[in-house]
């Protein structure tokens, strides 16, 4: 559309040039020459008809060819005149006028020509015989002839009535005259040739005025008048049409000056452009190229190359995570300043672009935004800010001293050098996420071995538990005494609960599996820890608990988070080597924004923390930044996984540990865990299930290993059932197909690789009606889907727990006397 205007304001101009060109040239000039000319060639060639005439009227011309060329040329100039004038319609009817009065004088001329003929005959043979009758011998004949001849030499001066008389009374005397023979002819001849005269003389004279009268020059000066007219008004439009072609010409030199001057200002502009992105594409290469470690010093040197470009004096890009600036020499930044200008930019106005500008900084009323520029020494500010999204950062640029902003700078393209630095800034954020990623995997590959190798050692140690559960079962059943050894067996009863919990906690550990969570309280589970900490605890070391908040509800798994309490207590009683007391502390915090805790961020939300702190030895920095890796440590009989045990735990839950330790001023370790909802059930910690007795019935035992089934059939005897014990999957599907109401219940032992569920399956199958419970050492990776298909009724631990295992014999009973299949052996 631009093209197409230009291209016709472009031929508009030519066309007034070429008009004014033509105009100025005055063309008609030989136009109005020619018709001049032609009008002068008509009045000297009509003046020379009349000359002519006037020449054959007196008998000097012997013949009429002057005349006739005259009359010739006459014609001519007449048809030259009127092609001449025929743009003039004035003078077109006046030459109209002359074409009249040219046939009006031809016609008079051809009169003339045949009378002046008979004339200048008579006349020569008048005075013929008035010659012959002049020298006759008759005086009265030679008077009258004399007379006659004067009389008709006046008629020719003078054609008057009395002229014509007198000549008439003279031809009238000689006729009466009576003569000679020989002179009777000449008279007769004279008398004919002068009445002719007579009669002929009148009409030439007639015609000559005529033609005299006809030959004015109104319409010769009515055509010149209208020529000079028209001439006089084509130069004076000639003269103006000049003067406008030298305004227009100066206009068009000074347009063209004015579009030198555009396109030397938009080539200055194009340049400053491409060395302004020149200079951004090599502050981006540099950043590209560079390793994470130069990034701050590119940067601040990318501020310097930005500022020279508009004459300021301090450059900065500043964000919520990171701070970079520039300053000239002897210039310096005031006290917060620039983290104030990110803070204040969106109180700024922003033109199209999402940019500030404000090239000369001029304070307003006390409170105005621009007293905020001129508190910290700003003359002219640029900001440029981040455009929407959740980033928060400006990239600015103040002039301190005298002067403004370069006015030329095209500010818009700032755009890419923040975009640039911005994605610098974060690609040193990412660059040490990763290497803390990185850590972590390292850390968690650590883990992981661990788990896996703490597994394999955790199943082994399961079958030992197992067995010593087992035989203080018996042992108990066997002594129902309430002496010495009974309290020492309910002692190694509760310590293999423990050492059970561990194992499958250390299971699920390996495993890598979220235990079964649930909200809990913390300070209820303290309590509980804090019992077992009395016993463990070296005798000069002292426990105490203080409550800061009565809301300490988590949603954690009860096990591993008491696992925190007491690795952290136990690692803080090995730091003290002289008398002293472990403080724990349970505290609440809501935090708004996300907060620095150790090695990763929390927040926002509540969280409950557990703090746990002790006067011993300390740590140095060096140690500091080391506890949480796996098998470091600084004890001689220790392993290094007790701390990273607790970091792994913690952060499994949502949540961060943090560390403050000093060389002879003790260490404190801070727990942070998010807090319940308070519309969760908080769930209650029963007192195991009193043993329920069996009344006789047929339990079916499925075990592999032989052992283990002798020690289960124990346990089921010492509550009440008949256990009947198969090692192979084959026997105790045929049995049950055999007798399908022999059994009352059926107890499907662990088997590693998943097999357990297989035999329940089978046996259910077999018998859909028989109860199954399974047992294992941990629950958390069954599905309720998977345990449905497999028929599992009920779900108790591996090693089995006496009261555990009564009530799911207890409950399984139960419900097939609710549903009838029940059915007494």
Request: hydrophobic share 45%.
């Amino acid at each position: 559309m631009k093209v197409s205007l230009a291209t016709v304001g472009a031929l508009c101009l030519l066309a007034l040039l070429t008009w004014l060109l033509w105009s100025s040239l005055n063309v008609n000039s030989t136009g109005f020459d020619r018709e001049l000319k032609a009008l002068a060639d008509f009045t000297r060639f009509e003046r020379g008809i009349s000359r002519e005439v006037l020449t054959a009227r007196a008998g000097l011309s012997r013949n009429y060819d002057g005349l006739v060329q005259l009359a010739d040329a006459y014609d001519d100039a007449l048809a030259r005149l009127r092609e001449a004038t025929a743009s003039d319609l004035k003078a077109g009817a006046a030459v109209e006028i002359l074409a009249a009065r040219v046939r009006r004088h031809q016609e008079l001329i051809e009169q003339f020509k045949t009378k002046n003929a008979l004339l200048q005959n008579s006349f020569a043979y008048f005075g013929l015989f008035g010659a012959r009758l002049a020298a006759s011998d008759d005086k009265a004949v030679v008077v009258a002839a004399s007379a006659l001849g004067a009389a008709m030499l006046h008629l020719t001066l003078d054609t008057s009535a009395t002229a014509a008389g007198e000549v008439e009374a003279k031809l009238e005397g000689l006729s009466r005259l009576q003569s000679s023979p020989g002179e009777a002819d000449s008279i007769r001849a004279i008398l004919g040739h002068g009445r002719m005269l007579h009669d002929v003389l009148p009409g030439v004279d007639a015609i000559l005025k005529s033609l005299i009268a006809e030959a004015n020059n109104r319409e010769q000066d009515a055509i010149l008048a209208s020529i000079t007219k028209r001439q006089l008004d084509a130069r004076t439009l000639a003269r103006r049409s000049r003067l406008l072609l030298y305004a227009t010409s100066l206009l068009l030199l000074a347009g063209l000056v004015y579009f030198a001057v555009q396109l030397h200002a938009g080539a200055m502009a194009l340049r400053r452009r491409a060395a302004f992105e020149h200079v951004t594409a090599r502050i981006s290469t540099r950043f590209i190229n560079s390793r994470p470690d130069d990034i701050a010093g590119h940067v601040e040197s990318a501020l310097q190359q930005l500022a020279e470009c508009i004459g300021a004096d301090r450059a900065y890009f500043v964000s919520t995570a990171k701070s970079c600036r520039w300053a000239r020499e002897g210039v310096g930044f005031p006290q917060g300043w620039p983290e104030l200008a990110l803070k204040s930019v969106s109180r700024f106005d922003r033109d199209e672009n999402g940019i500030i500008c404000i090239p000369k900084v001029r304070p307003a009323h006390g409170h105005g935004t621009m007293n905020l520029l001129a508190d910290a020494g700003v003359r002219g500010w640029l900001c440029i800010p981040a455009l929407g999204g959740e980033r928060v950062a400006i990239l600015g640029f103040d002039v301190v001293r005298a002067g403004d902003l370069i006015p030329w700078a095209d500010f818009p393209l700032f755009r890419m050098a923040f975009d640039a630095i911005a994605n610098a800034v974060n690609r040193v954020k990412l660059e040490q996420e990763k290497e803390r990623l990185q850590v972590k995997l390292q850390q968690a590959r650590r883990m992981e071995t661990i788990g896996t190798f703490a597994s394999g050692i955790a199943h082994n140690f399961n079958n030992i538990v197992g067995a010593i559960l087992g035989y203080t079962e018996i042992a108990d059943a066997r002594l129902r005494s309430i002496g010495g050894p009974a309290a020492s067996l309910a002692e190694i009863r509760r310590a293999g609960e423990r050492a059970r919990e561990l194992v499958g906690q250390i299971l699920t550990f390996g495993r890598r599996g979220e235990g079964r969570r649930e909200r809990l309280c913390v300070r209820a589970l303290v309590a509980e820890t804090r019992a077992l900490l009395a016993a463990s605890l070296p005798s000069h070391v002292t426990f105490a608990v203080s409550e800061k908040t009565q809301t300490t509800a988590v949603w954690a798994e009860p096990a591993q988070l008491q696992q925190v309490i007491l690795n952290l207590c136990n690692n803080a009683a090995q730091a003290m080597n002289e008398p002293g007391v472990i403080e724990l502390c349970i505290d609440a915090r809501e935090i708004a924004q996300p907060v620095r805790v150790g090695r990763g961020e929390v927040g926002p939300g509540r969280f409950v923390i557990v703090s746990v702190s002790d006067p011993g030895t300390g740590m140095d920095d060096a140690t500091v930044e080391r506890i949480f890796e796996p098998f470091f440590t600084t004890r001689a009989d220790g392993n290094g996984l007790g701390l990273a045990t607790v970091r792994e735990i913690v952060e499994d839950h949502g949540g961060a540990v943090d560390v403050q330790s000093a060389v002879g001023a003790g260490t404190r370790f801070d727990v942070w865990l998010p807090s319940a909802r308070f519309d969760d059930p908080i769930s209650v910690q029963h007192a195991p299930e009193l043993a329920l007795r069996g009344a006789g019935e047929t339990v079916l035992v499925l075990e592999t290993d032989r052992r283990r089934l002798l020690r289960h059939e124990e346990i089921l005897a010492a509550l009440g059932y008949e256990p009947v014990g198969f090692t192979t999957s084959a026997d105790a599907v045929a049995a049950c197909r055999t007798a399908r109401a022999r059994f009352d219940v059926a107890l499907v032992c662990h088997l590693p690789g998943g097999v357990a569920l297989d035999l329940a399956a089978a046996l259910h199958d077999a018998v859909p009606t028989l109860p199954i419970i399974l047992a294992a050492p941990s629950t958390a990776e069954l599905e309720a889907p998977l345990l449905v298909d497999s028929g599992i009724t009920e779900l108790v631990h591996h090693p089995f727990v006496s009261g555990e295992l009564a009530g799911a014999l207890s409950r399984c009973l139960a419900a097939s006397l609710a549903s009838g299949s029940y059915s007494y052996g």
